[in-house]
Structure formats: C-alpha cells, structure tokens
C-alpha cells in the first residue's frame, strides 16, 4: 500500500473567467472539467491538465468571488510547481511571460534543478521544474493547446509545505503516509533552515513534497492567490479504503469515504493544520463527457443533476468553448 504520488492540488481565485483565460491561453493547459464546489454548489470548480486531465498533472481551482486576497504564511502550501520537459522549454516559458507581463524570476537552481518561479495575476505562487529531457509515460498532450507540444506542461512537480514545527508533519508524511527522506536544499530566505526533500511511489519531481520550517511568518489567511489543499495518489477504491482504516488506526480525524464521481478521497488535516487528500486514480474526468469536448460543458456528478437548473441559474455564465479550426 503505497501512494504513488501527487494527485491533484486545489487552490483559490476570486475570477473564473481570468483564471480560465490565464492558465488555458498563457500556460497552455486544458480545461478539463467545468464543474461546481461540490460542498458549495454557487461556486465553479475548474480543473486544468493535460489532454485527459490524468492522475498527476490536475491544478483545480475554486471560485470564491468577493474573497480576499491570500496573505503568506505558515501552515499552508506555499508553493504549486509544474514538471516540464527541459530547460529549453524554461526559456520557452520565460519568453512567453515577457509577452504576456506575467511576472517571474530568472531561471535558477533548486534541489538540483533548473526552475522558473513566477505567480499568476493574482499572485498564486508557482515555479515550473526542469525534468532534464525526461518523458513522461503518464503525460498526454493537448494538440489545441497554445503552447507546442516540446513545451507542454507535463504535470505536478513538487509541492512546498511551510510550517512552524515541521516535526509532527514529517512524523505523518513518512510513518504513516510512506514518505521517505531524499535530501535537502537551502533556504530561500537567509536565517532559515533548509528545506527538507521527501519522495513516495518511484520518486521523481512528481511525488515530492518539500517541507519548509519558517519562523519569521504569521499564520497564512487564505485568499485569492493561497492554496486550498494538496491531494495524494492512491490506485484504485479498495486501496483508498485501506488508508482509511491506517488513519483511523492512528487516531487522525478525517473525513472517511468521499464520493467525488471523478475520484474517490479521504480528507485530514496533518498536525500543521494543512489539509491532505487522499484520492483514486479513476474513473477519471472523461466518465461523464466524450475526450474531445471535455470541460466545455458544465459537468455535474450524477448526485448534483436534480439541481442542474437551479445551479446554472446561480452560476455567472463562463464561456468555455475550445474554437477548432
């Protein structure tokens, strides 16, 4: 029983319509599924990916208009980074953020990668990661994406965790969830200690988490801008349901079973206070819509349908039509 990875990551915007044009238009990815925050049925939940949005490569984000702006800090996930082929296509990504007045550092090295850190308008904190010419198996591309298919985003890279007392989160990251220690880097800001490396499943950019111990920060208030929750790979519903029992047996307040329709999850919260996902691999965003025309409609899980009607009444209408040549 072992996660394989990232799953998902969820994060906030106070606008679908600019959250959509951005990460579609600027960043190339595919807007995989239109659907609604299924705990809070007047808001979008938008999921961006590759062509099928596969287990691995799926930013989602939920629409909370009105909300305020994200405010860093501890006890959150302070950083979203995506795996792309090479570091030709950093310099790709580079150019295209100049042209289109996105702001962004140079390219620099971190855990022994090259990567471009940047934020999306509203300040979602973001770094793309070299994968050093490596291909990955899982990823699909999109041929109508915006970007060529060289510099495609691949999926999830590592997700930074920031913390005041990174000791109970290790504990949970690596004897409960099989986590294992791969090394660490320097701190980004002087005076702090460095980032401690932990990889699951077959290792790579695309299972790690990095655990940042700060002690300079406040707590974060989430906003516009912040994360939500990170999400965990697991293979398929019997394995999730074996989760479930290890985290009862370690006496973690969770959710239990969750039906997502796209997924099956369990949610907790490790000792920090950030909320953890565990969700399946399957059935997947393509169970309710045909692959060619995923996300262009708004998809509504089978026990969401006798709603329809009054949840596209409240909806601001967003236009996600793919134009084909």
């Known amino acids: 029983m072992k996660l394989k990875g990232i799953h998902h990551v969820s994060a906030i915007t106070a606008s679908a319509a600019e959250n959509y044009m951005f990460y579609t238009k600027v960043m190339g990815m595919r807007l995989v599924k239109k ?50 082929r090479d570091d030709k296509a950093l310099e790709y990504f ?44 899982s990823f699909i591309p999109w041929e109508l994406s915006s970007v060529p298919i060289e510099n495609q985003i691949m999926g999830l890279g590592p997700v930074r965790l920031t913390v005041k007392e990174p ?21 980004e800001v002087q005076g702090q200690k460095d980032i401690i490396v932990l990889e699951t499943g077959e290792g790579g950019s695309g299972t790690e988490i990095h655990l940042e111990e ?32 290890r985290i009862d047996d370690n006496r973690i307040r969770n959710s239990g079973f969750v039906e997502r329709f796209y997924f099956k999850s369990l949610y907790f919260r490790e000792p920090n206070g950030i909320l953890f996902e565990l969700a399946t691999d399957g059935p997947g965003f393509d169970t309710d819509e045909e692959l060619e025309f995923l996300g262009e409609r708004l998809s509504l899980p089978p026990f969401l349908e006798n709603r329809r009607e009054y949840i596209e009444k409240v909806l601001k209408p967003l236009d996600t039509a793919v134009r084909r040549s």
């Open 94 to 137: 580079a150019r295209r953020f100049d042209e289109f007045g996105v702001w962004h550092e140079d390219i620099a090295e971190r855990a022994g990668r090259k990567t471009l850190y940047f934020k999306d308008p509203e300040g979602q904190r973001l770094m793309l990661v070299s994968d050093n010419g490596a291909v990955s198996e």
């Open 167 to 187: 000791g109970d989160t290790l504990y949970v990251l690596t004897e409960i969830m099989g986590y294992r220690l791969k090394g660490s880097y320097r701190a």
């Open 35 to 84: 659907s609604v925050n299924q705990d809070d049925v007047s808001v979008y939940h938008l999921y961006y990916g590759d062509q099928k949005g596969t287990p691995g490569t799926a930013l989602t984000f939920f629409e909370f208009p009105g909300t305020s702006s994200n405010r860093e800090g501890i006890s959150s996930i302070s950083l979203i980074s995506f795996r792309v």
């Open 214 to 245: 700060r002690s300079d920060l406040p707590f974060e208030r989430q906003g516009y801008g912040g994360v939500h929750h990170v999400a965990f790979r697991v293979e398929d519903e019997a394995e999730l349901r074996e989760w479930i029992s």
